[in-house]
């Protein structure tokens, strides 16, 4: 096994270990506990989480602290799964190879583990046992709220939501990834590098330009593999855009075009890392992006 | 017109223009931004930013801080009042006298509008336009998310979902609201205090005390009204509770028994504040929560 592939396992564990922390307490509500666990412990890529790891490295941020900080991410990640996956949104039924939280638990259990991860995410943020300054937890949150909501994530979902049946122009398709997912992609990438002692304004702009490409090409190649693949590979309804009337990256540009501008902002991210400041795990990341391979 | 209710109403205008001021902001979403206006520009009794800029003035916060966090607060009570109306849950069609955020947007931007709100309240306290220090707005958020999440009103809103149609004693009855109401109502109690470069953690101590009551007491006075006052003058469904077959002060304790401990709890409230630290906006805003009229 490469050396990358070592460490990126090690991070791995020490995500799945602190969300398993994270979100073992004592309740007075044992359901909603249980509902929050189910869409959080069940084995997700936790690319963003991995991602964060990676930029803390960058300026020697606290790697406790950087886990800790990936994974409040990663509980905004699942809990907009949550939502989404609602039938008065996607109505999806699968997610991760499992029935979604609302087909276990119900809608409105589903609904409320989604608000109460929402707000665990700050809660975690905020609290003394994160060991950085003050400064750097006001950024992240600051950072990570904006990226979520109307302006962030939440916006992108509504426009997307708004726009089903209608026909993007591959700007507008854009303008929507960068706000729906790519919004939270850029944060967990932020994110890490804010918690480090060593930050600089400088390195934080270039990562701002990388992370908007990574974030791009993740969702170009999503697209690519919501068509090639099937629903047991992929864990979740395959073709699931296509049926949904959504459009893609894939249905406007078509699947060869599409291939051909994931690869080449795959170079050009792989060129932009190398050449400001080589982060191999960074690097391994934006393949692990490129190719979906874990 | 009394002193206390001139510097009520000047309170209320604050907040009024400060909610505006912070709903109003560029967006490629402008559906999404008109739901969260919708849902909270509306008229509410504003409560809770009420008693945050009351509490501020006991430590001696900047007036502009205490409304900006108050109404960061009524951004969560908001979404709160938009998830629990979704037909996914509570299914009600009438709030503060207009039609729910769902009969107007439709489920799923209601649904993002109040995940929406959710993050503005976070990003509101951690932006650099909240001139308090660091310690001040990671104490607050910390405070905040700890109340509305799984140990708060969202565990709340679900130990109640859960138990619909159930017989549940005083106890029970009694731990449901202090996390479904209370927790939200304590924390715009503390938070305004927690903003003011006086807070000491004796007075913090007796302010969460006198906090707690002033929630159950909040309660208490909502199930009377709720089978006292019809439709019309609620601004939202009458009987909604023995409609939707959930327990409630009344139905457990009789109304003239619910009319008693109400009595007794604010004569106590009143009691508490005025021994300890004699605030009259403190005292004014009790008698609100027991009068219910205004």
Redesign the interface.
């Known amino acids: 096994m490469e050396k990358q592939d070592l460490i990126n396992n090690r991070h791995i564990e020490l995500i799945e270990k602190k969300l398993y922390n994270l979100l073992s307490?004592p309740?007075?509500?044992e359901?909603?506990?249980s509902a929050?666990q189910y869409s959080t412990l069940d084995g997700g890529k936790r690319i963003r989480p991995r991602f964060t790891i990676a930029t803390g490295i960058l300026s020697s941020a606290d790697l406790d602290a950087s886990v800790t900080i990936g994974c409040a991410i990663e509980l905004i990640h699942c809990f907009s799964l949550i939502?989404d996956d609602?039938?008065?949104?996607d109505n999806d039924d699968l997610r991760r190879g499992r029935p979604t939280n609302h087909k276990v638990y119900g809608?409105?259990?589903a609904?409320?583990s989604?608000?109460?991860l929402?707000?665990?995410c700050?809660?975690i943020?905020?609290?003394?046992d994160l060991q950085i300054s003050?400064?750097a937890?006001?950024?992240i949150?600051?950072l990570?709220?904006?990226a979520?909501?109307?302006?962030?994530m939440?916006?992108g979902?509504?426009?997307d939501?708004?726009s089903t049946g209608k026909t993007l122009t591959l700007a507008q398709l854009q303008?929507m990834h960068l706000?729906k997912t790519g919004a939270l992609l850029k944060a967990s990438i932020l994110g890490g590098y804010l918690a480090g002692k060593d930050a600089n304004s400088e390195q934080f702009k270039l990562l701002d330009f990388i992370a908007e490409k990574i974030g791009l090409l993740f969702q170009i190649v999503d697209d690519i593999i919501d068509t090639t693949e099937d629903t047991i590979t992929l864990g979740k309804t395959a073709n699931k855009d296509l049926l949904n009337n959504k459009a893609t990256y894939v249905n406007i540009l078509g699947l060869e075009r599409a291939q051909q501008i994931a690869n080449d902002l795959h170079s050009e991210i792989k060129g932009l890392i190398q050449a400001h400041k080589n982060s191999e795990q960074l690097a391994y990341l934006a393949d692990c992006v490129y190719y979906r391979n874990s």
Do not use: Y
């Open positions: 307490q309740t007075k509500c359901t909603l506990l929050m939502h609602l039938p008065i949104m809608d409105a259990v609904l409320l989604g608000d109460a929402h707000a665990l700050f809660e943020l905020s609290s003394p003050d400064r937890k006001i950024d949150i600051n990570i709220s904006q979520i909501g109307l302006q962030g939440v916006g979902q509504t426009i939501w708004l303008e706000l």
